[in-house]
């Protein structure tokens, strides 16, 4: 009687951990500090959702559960893939907001990862009771020595390609008030050259006409003197044959 008890629990055990199939598939996973991973894995069920499915993840570096979820209601495809599940999800208060639990597929979405945050990671299916392991290796952000050189030099030298930044802006600025005053100075010279010039032909101007006139009043002048010499010459005479 006992040794058929035995097979039967066996056998039911069997049948349960073949109810559940579990694929996982990455056992290990890289991250980058300030990114995010996503554990993934997924399951199948052989059968129709009958009973709640308890599903929890477990951190090998911390001592609670990171998040607990009980599947309460889940429709199942043709192929046992479960979809539209719906349940209560619990979530460590130390990883509120740094993780996302996917009840169809059972896979955990790690936010803003840190260096610590290395280590083994546990999903675990309580009905029937199945796990697998998924290790996670979180660096640093890569540079190639470029890019690093580069983003340090940058970092350095910031002031000094503002200050370089502010001394060629203040060059050109001065060179373009230079080139205005120069054309300003150069269009003013000119004006007052184009002024300077025609006072000196309005003076050279004045003197011609002041001479013309000198020379057209001169005979007039000499002509007039003369006749009034010959008019007193002839008075003259004419007063000698009087006497």
């Known amino acids: 009687m006992k040794s058929r ?13 073949y109810a559940l199939l579990i694929d996982i598939p990455q056992e290990s996973v890289k991250g980058t500090v300030g990114h995010s991973v996503l554990l993934s894995i997924s ?9 709640p499915l308890s599903i929890q993840w477990n951190f090998s570096n911390y001592p609670n559960p990171l998040t607990m979820y009980t599947v309460t209601n889940c429709s199942v495809s043709a192929e046992g893939i479960p979809t539209r599940c719906s349940g209560h999800n619990f979530i ?6 740094r993780t996302v639990f996917f009840p169809e597929n059972a896979s955990l979405l790690l936010q803003n990862l840190q260096l610590s945050d290395s280590g083994v990671y546990s999903v675990t299916f309580k009905v029937p009771q199945q796990t697998r392991h998924i290790t996670l290796t979180v660096s640093e952000p890569h540079f190639n020595h470029g890019n690093a050189e580069g983003g ?10 503002l200050l370089l930044g502010l001394l060629i802006t203040g060059g050109l600025s001065f060179l373009l ?30 003197p011609n006409h002041e001479d013309s006139h000198m020379e057209s009043s001169l005979p ?15 008075q003259r005479q004419c007063r000698s044959v009087t006497d």
Request: glycine share 10%.
């Open 92 to 97: 460590n208060p130390a990883y509120q907001g």
């Open 43 to 51: 399951y199948r069920l052989q059968g129709p959702f009958s009973s």
């Open 220 to 234: 007039m002048t000499v002509s007039t003197i003369y006749a009034r010499i010959g008019e007193d010459a002839g």
């Open 152 to 161: 340090t030099g940058n970092k350095m030298n910031s002031p000094l390609v």
């Open 177 to 206: 008030l230079l080139l205005l005053l120069f054309f300003f100075c150069r269009g003013h010279k000119g004006a007052v050259q184009q002024k300077r010039t025609r006072i000196i032909k309005q003076q050279e101007e004045v």
């Open 5 to 17: 008890r035995g097979c039967w629990s066996i056998l039911l055990f069997l049948s349960f951990s």
